[in-house]
């Protein structure tokens, strides 16, 4: 993908493709306010060591968290229901553990 394309789809900063699982966390809770963007959810999910990581997603009506690996399968759950999702981020409590030690706990 060229750098240009890969910008205009993602915006600047690290490429999305090589960006270690850590850095993803990191970057969004320091930058992000720990929001993720949908492709990072995937590739958390994806991460045998980081697909239990809780996250929060907040929907028009409720609001819950969830393994990374189990968001995908509960978005598609909430839409058929009717509702949405309004994002998925990093609970506040593991945003300022990340921020204060600059390290992930899984």
């Known amino acids: 993908m060229s750098e240009l394309i890969r910008q205009t789809i993602y915006g600047p900063g690290p490429d999305p493709e090589t960006e270690t ?8 809770a320091r930058d992000e ?3 993720l963007k949908d492709y990072e959810v ?20 409720c609001r819950f968290l969830a ?11 909430i839409a058929a ?11 506040v409590d593991g945003c ?3 921020r204060k030690t600059g390290r992930v706990d899984v």
């Open 21 to 28: 699982i850590d850095g993803i966390l990191l970057r969004s």
């Open 33 to 35: 306010m720990g929001f």
């Open 42 to 61: 995937k590739r958390i999910a994806s991460d045998p060591e980081h697909r239990l990581f809780l996250l929060l997603v907040r929907c028009g009506a």
């Open 67 to 77: 393994p990374a690996q189990d968001v995908e399968h509960l978005e598609r759950c």
């Open 81 to 91: 229901g009717g509702d949405y999702v309004r994002d998925v981020s990093i609970p």
């Open 96 to 98: 300022e553990r990340i």
